[in-house]
């Protein structure tokens, strides 16, 4: 499903409703949320819309369990933190339990052994089946989605629900939930806006199957929910 949206205001609005009611409708039935959290600039417009006081009392932060989608491997207090973009603008703000926030970064160990011990984290407090009720995520202008990206291996895998790997171009390591896992989420919303998305958002949605190049498009939800929101820029070359 595609949401077009005017502009990102409109954008970030629908987003934050749409959290909130994910959060209700997830804690009524089974008495917390469990989300993933996307980086980037995509986000922060709605992170801030969360943390408002429009909002911040529309959600009850004490059953909402936090992980993120991707990480670049670099500690928390680094600039290039996913996480710490998150703190800033949105988790420092709200009354969430620090014990329900999972960060996909931990210093003294490698990247690709936190990859399996983030796994456990998931199964441990989601259950052997660990299905998120929403995981939200950007889209880059090479149609990457969380650190899915063109061409790397991480793309072929089917068994683990988390990975990480040394991403040359950028010459740093990445950890990155995978398409399979989150494929098993209850809603997936890609927020993306911009001109600069514009062709990756035709391609990924309109353009011949090609995930080595276009990774969104292994975005095929098992049973729940995929939802593309964009604004008018990005939807430009959407026929």
Do not use: C
């Amino acid at each position: 499903m595609v949401q077009q949206f005017k502009n990102t205001n409109d954008l970030f609005k629908a987003a934050a409703d749409l959290f909130v009611q994910s959060a209700k409708e997830a804690i009524a039935t089974k008495g917390q949320f469990a989300v993933a959290l996307t980086g980037g600039s995509s986000p922060i417009g709605l992170y801030e819309l969360l943390a408002s006081d429009a909002y911040i009392t529309l959600v009850d932060w004490s059953k909402v369990l936090i992980f993120w989608g991707d990480e670049r491997w670099v500690p928390l207090a680094d600039k290039l933190s996913n996480a710490k973009m998150t703190f800033e603008t949105l988790l420092d703000k709200v009354p969430v339990l620090e014990s329900n926030i999972f960060p996909m970064y931990a210093d003294g160990i490698e990247p690709q052994d936190y990859a399996v011990r983030y796994e456990q984290f998931l199964k441990e407090a989601l259950g052997s089946d660990a299905v998120l009720d929403l995981i939200l995520l950007g889209m880059g202008d090479d149609a990457h989605t969380a650190s899915l990206f063109p061409g790397t291996a991480v793309l072929q895998e089917t068994e683990k629900w988390v990975d990480a790997y040394y991403l040359a171009p950028q010459e740093m390591f990445r950890i990155t939930l995978t398409a399979p896992f989150i494929n098993k989420a209850k809603r997936i919303v890609v927020i993306s806006f911009g001109d600069k998305k514009a062709s990756a958002l035709q391609h990924v949605l309109q353009g011949d199957y090609n995930p080595s190049l276009y990774p969104s498009q292994l975005l095929k939800p098992a049973a729940g929910d995929l939802i593309f929101m964009v604004d008018d820029k990005a939807a430009a070359y959407l026929k």
